[in-house]
């Protein structure tokens, strides 16, 4: 919010530093995000004198003119501009000066014009950075010619009000009484140790037999409405020192009436507004809901189709202002307006921010509204716009007034003690500070025997119990006060993680130390997504979440497969020359129970594990044995089949008849689409799932007392015998069969067409209890039977 | 019998001199002493020798034996010595060429600083508690005192599934839902991933949070900042110190916004911390009593403190990233400077 320095002055008398008060407001609160002096831009200009013009004698189109520049001396001058004349005041740039000029600052050097000397040049009102608003006259085509009262030699962003400063200031969500130049006021006269100095808001009425009846049909959307009646209205220009205002906080002056409403907005944080009152229908106001279909025009002239969750203003007959957000046009002050009905309302804030944001219309007073206006600042509201309505004269404030208040306004009171405050913030207050903060921030205040009771200034509507007090006098005591202290009277917890956590850790750990980098991928994605892994319409995927309001449509469905995201990884990567890679992600797929939610969709933790450009399919299955290994369960790897991985090289991966996960190659198809020529190999695992199986606890198995055997057995097969067959096959043959690991496959003419070599390693282990070690001979026996085996179920010959 | 043993011997030495390595030197021995051999079948001839000739005869063989043996093994010693000269010369390296990389994989900057989070915490007796992400209204909102209308949530951009249910904008969620299921002490630390529709240069609509609740009696803004400090302290640097300042949190009251010193210029000023000598790093307060209401916790009994810190804020900050979309573009040449 924009608050200048000047404008704060009316009502507090500032003896700080504009720099010093920024970190005064930062400190109880109110962080000043930018901190403007008005004419940092303009400098060296003074206000000149033009003593003396004549023509410039090689150049017909300039003006030689002498301008006496006080104590800074008479200079010469030569000037394009044809408004100068002897005798004119204006604003002359010294060698040196610095000004605007078309979006950048200039630097104003002495020189020669054609010939002739020229020590500076005049200004317009652009070069100072100034408009009409700001200066009369500012906007003239020419040099600015000064009013004349000012003297010579003087700096001239005094004169034309540059020498100002400028607050932009955040004011938290719970401050909507700051929404103001006077709210921010009141704070700076607390933290100042200042009085607050009111705005005016007396006048004289005069009486009238005119009568606007106001009813309001939704007092929770409109708590209060307040209106009153203008006459013999005259539309005019409004003075200088406030249309400067207004401009100062990025509001054009319009006309008399129109400034008034939206001065009090700047400076109460009321938003007002002003009907024709010639244009009310019926000669009265109705505040209801819309009709489904019911249109209005704004006075930006924009048309608007109405629904019932939208509150309108309305006269006898038709809708005369969208509430809080902007008038209609049909009722707008014209310069031929003579007769004013002024409205001063508090707005349900989300009845005024749902409309806002339904229609897509914002405007300074749906902006506060949206914050918070009190039903108290809208009376004082009301008082000091009539009050300027009589100061500028520019009506005739009558005697009728209409008042709907459905609000509480009698003061909120807070009983506490002093000790509950002290023992919140964990430091002692002395009880006459805290008293004093208080009663700063217009708190009534009284304090007994360690006991308090606060009366709550009717505007701060955020105030309601001790803790907010404690805020109150802390923000202002300072929080330097705050001594820390580390728990001295809790209680000592047991923290720690959970097995569930602890597990997730040492599977990331488990994939680094495989070489894998961890990723993280937003958890929403696009639905096209499915498309390019060529899922069928019926694929459980599909069934993704919708997000209603998403950033764009490839944002927009909450993941259900991790895998479109780590493709994206693979193809940035590729794209930016890192030719090979591994990385995983472990997070959350969101399952839909039915679509829309009817209740919490299932989050469920999936790993997936991608390799790029170095490695296959048999180092990606490396990671997820190393897993096994890790957490000590066994998975089982079935050829598998999905439309996006390669048809040749893709397991399934299997807990018993559960599938928990995909492993593969990526289809040359969907590489292609992704431009990707490198290998791409892809697992995805339900560790949801897997971690089910996880080993808890290490339970210790008694060494064997006798050596393990070993024995290789190579034997030919035909070519469509799986390694897992034949390791099934052994592993079934003998139960003394401790592992059966594949150590090599061989394929030659000599061994036949369709057929190849396998080669295992078999590891016979004595029972636990056995009395002796497996002999040679047994080792025969064992090694024979197995043989016999893989030849009956396998048809496969020893070598 | 006649046994010119000086002839064999000279011989025998001579071949085994002659043998360039061990295999051949192997054949020389066998040839002499070998079962089939030259000395051996003098040994195995003794019987046709006559009988009072037989000592001499076997002494004399025997000594040949001996002889021969010390021979070859005293030339035994050089070949081999010879030959692990020439294995030696044949095995060199150049030692200037590059070693071979091994894989090494890294855990990701906000995995990182979660779980140095969490290690700081854990010690001071904080659970861990994840939450969903997907959230409904009251968890998000309501229940931490932010009701439909109120212009706190304006605050948040919230993305929404449904009227009812949105992606949580905040881990404090997680508050309300461990509070329902315990009662004081607490303290609890909620790590995860939070969503808002914000997106550009220094806005991600995907990051990571980390909430802490402690509730229990007697707890005050000093405790808070003195836990805070000591956070400040491990996670940036030992001189490390905290500030508070005024803000707004419906859920909190008084609620503080909290800086922590410049670790880069240790307070001086700097363009890190835009000269001012301090960071802003998280936004904490007091539990506000209608949130321990909202849970059945007796707020005039019980207080309590919440703080809550961007994941990688705090990870930006700690490794100097300058640029929060690289969190998540996953570029591995980015991933792998995170090694441990």
């Known amino acids: ?799 | 019998m006649q046994l010119n043993s000086e002839e064999i011997r000279k011989r025998a030495i001579a071949e085994s001199e002659a043998a360039a390595d061990s295999r051949a030197l192997y054949e020389v021995k066998m040839k002499y002493l070998g079962r089939a051999g030259e000395v051996t079948a003098l040994l195995k001839g003794m019987k046709q020798v006559p009988a009072e000739e037989r000592p001499a005869f076997g002494k004399q063989v025997n000594d040949l034996r001996v002889e021969l043996e010390a021979a070859f093994e005293a030339q035994e010693e050089k070949v081999r010595a010879k030959e692990l000269e020439q294995k030696l010369a044949s095995e060199r390296v150049d030692v200037t060429m590059p070693g071979r990389k091994g894989r090494h994989g890294t855990l990701h900057p906000v995995t990182r600083v979660r779980n140095r989070l969490i290690d700081i915490f854990m010690g001071m007796g904080f659970e861990i508690y994840e939450g969903p992400e997907i959230e409904s209204d009251y968890y998000n909102f309501t229940a931490l005192n932010t009701p439909a209308d109120h212009p706190a949530r304006d605050m948040q951009d919230t993305f929404y599934l449904t009227d009812e249910f949105l992606l949580r904008t905040q881990t404090s969620a997680g508050q309300i839902r461990l509070m329902e299921k315990k009662q004081p002490p607490i303290k609890m630390l909620s790590p995860g991933r939070v969503f808002r529709s914000d997106d550009d240069a220094t806005h991600s609509p995907m990051f990571h949070q980390m909430e802490g609740l402690v509730v229990d009696e007697h707890i005050t803004l000093c405790d808070l900042q003195g836990m805070l400090d000591e956070f400040a302290r491990t996670m940036f640097s030992e001189t490390s110190k905290t500030r508070l300042r005024p803000s707004y949190f419906p859920f909190t009251e008084p609620s503080v916004e909290v800086d922590v010193s410049c670790a880069a210029c240790g307070g001086k000023g700097c363009p890190l911390c835009k000269g001012t000598g301090w960071i802003e790093v998280l936004g904490a307060g007091m539990v506000n009593r209608r949130v321990l209401e909202n849970c059945g916790i007796d707020p005039d009994r019980y207080t309590g403190f919440a703080f809550g810190m961007g994941i990688e804020r705090i990870a930006m900050l700690k490794y100097g990233i300058n640029n929060i979309k690289l969190l998540t573009e996953n570029d591995v040449r980015f991933l792998e400077q995170f090694k441990d």
């Not at chain 1, 200079?75 to 605007?100: E, H, M, R, S």
């Not at chain 1, 929770?220 to 906080?249: E, T």
């Not at chain 1, 018993?656 to 695992?685: D, N």
């Open chain 1, 1 to 799: 919010m924009l608050v200048p320095l000047s404008w704060l002055k009316d009502y507090v008398d500032i003896d700080v530093s504009a720099e010093e008060l920024q970190e005064k407001l930062f400190s109880c609160g109110f962080e000043v995000e930018e901190l403007t002096y008005l004419g940092k831009d303009v400098t060296g200009v003074v206000v000149g004198l033009i003593t003396e013009t004549k023509k410039h004698p090689n150049a017909d189109k300039l003006t030689v003119c002498t301008v006496d520049c006080g104590k800074y001396g008479v200079k010469q001058i030569c000037t394009a501009a044809t408004n100068v004349f002897a005798g004119a005041k204006v604003p002359c740039a010294l060698d040196g000066a610095t000004v605007l000029h078309e979006g950048g600052i200039q630097k104003i050097k002495k020189g020669k014009l054609r010939g002739e000397d020229s020590e500076g040049m005049m200004c317009s009102g652009e070069e100072l950075g100034i408009n009409d608003d700001f200066y009369p006259g500012a906007e003239v085509n020419g040099i600015l010619i000064l009013d004349g009262s000012e003297p010579v030699g003087e700096d001239i962003r005094g004169v034309v009000g540059l020498d100002d400063y400028l607050f932009d200031i955040a004011v938290t969500a719970n401050r909507p009484d700051c929404q103001s130049v006077y709210g921010m006021a009141r704070e700076v006269a607390a933290v100042l140790r200042k009085p607050i100095k009111a705005p005016a808001t007396d006048y004289k009425t005069a009486h009238t037999d005119v009568k606007i009846p106001v009813t309001v049909e939704e007092p929770a959307l409109c708590p209060r409405y307040l209106g009153h009646y203008v006459a013999d209205v005259k539309i005019g220009m409004s003075p200088a020192w406030m249309r400067r205002r207004l401009a100062l906080c990025g509001i054009r002056s319009i006309s008399d009436i129109v400034d008034i409403t939206n001065f009090v907005l700047l400076e109460m944080g009321q938003p007002m507004h002003a009907f024709d009152k010639n244009y009310l229908a019926g000669g009265k106001i109705v505040v209801r809901r819309a009709k489904d279909g019911e249109k209005i025009v704004t006075l930006d002239e924009k048309q608007f189709t109405l629904t019932h969750d939208n509150l309108l203003i309305c006269d006898g007959e038709k809708g005369v202002a969208l509430a809080g957000i902007m008038g209609g046009l049909n009722s707008e002050i014209k310069p031929d307006t003579r007769a004013v009905f002024f409205e001063a309302a508090k707005f349900a804030r989300d009845s005024v921010r749902k409309t806002s944001r339904a229609l897509g219309q914002r405007s300074d007073s749906s902006s506060r509204f949206e914050k918070g206006v009190d039903a108290y600042t809208s009376e004082i509201a009301m008082d000091r716009a009539l009050h300027l309505v009589q100061q500028l004269g520019c009506g005739a404030v009558t005697d009728y007034r209409a008042d709907c208040n459905a609000a509480d306004l009698a003061p909120k009171k807070i009983e506490t003690t002093f000790a509950k405050i002290d023992a919140l913030l964990g430091v002692e207050v002395p009880e006459e500070e805290a008293c004093a903060i208080l009663r700063r921030l217009n708190f009534g205040v009284e304090a007994k025997d360690g006991a308090l009771t606060a009366t709550v200034p009717p505007y701060r509507e955020d105030v309601d119990g001790y803790p907010d007090l404690a805020e109150e006098i802390i923000r202002m005591y300072g929080y330097d006060h705050i001594r820390p202290t580390f728990l001295q009277r809790a209680t000592v917890t047991h923290g720690g993680l959970t097995t569930a956590q602890k597990q997730e850790l040492k599977c990331k750990e488990t994939l680094k130390e495989e070489g894998y980098m961890e990723a993280v991928n937003y958890s929403f994605g696009s639905p096209k997504d499915f498309d390019l892994l060529r899922l069928p319409e019926d694929a459980p995927e599909r069934r993704a979440i919708r997000i209603l309001n998403p950033i764009g449509e490839d944002l927009s469905v909450m993941r259900t497969t991790l895998v479109p995201s780590m493709l994206g990884n693979v193809v940035r990567n590729v794209r930016r020359g890192n030719e090979s890679g591994r990385l995983f992600e472990l997070a959350n797929v969101y399952l839909a129970e039915e679509l829309p939610l009817k209740q919490l969709p299932e989050e469920r933790r999936h790993l997936v594990i991608a390799l790029w450009g170095e490695g296959d399919f048999f180092d990606l299955k490396g990671a997820v044995e190393a897993l096994e290994r890790a957490f000590d369960f066994m998975v089982k790897f079935v050829r598998g089949e999905r439309n996006w991985l390669h048809p040749g090289i893709t397991a399934e991966v299997k807990m018993g008849e559960k599938t928990v996960g995909v492993l593969g190659e990526l289809h040359p198809s969907v590489a292609k689409e992704l431009a990707l020529e490198k290998r791409v190999c892809v697992a995805e695992l339900d560790y949801a799932a897997i971690s089910k199986k996880f080993a808890k606890e290490i339970r210790y198995h008694n060494l064997p007392k006798f050596p393990d055997v070993q024995r290789d057995l190579a034997f030919v097969a035909d070519e469509e015998v799986t390694c897992a067959q034949a390791e099934e096959a052994i592993l079934r043959a003998c139960k003394a069969v401790r592992s059966a690991e594949l150590f090599d496959v061989y394929r030659s003419a000599q061994i036949g067409e369709g057929k190849k070599s396998m080669a295992f390693r078999l590891t016979f282990s004595p029972e636990e209890k056995a009395e002796k070690g497996i002999s040679p001979e047994a080792a025969d026996t064992f090694f024979h039977k197995i043989v016999g085996a893989l030849q009956a179920k396998l048809g496969a010959e020893l070598r």
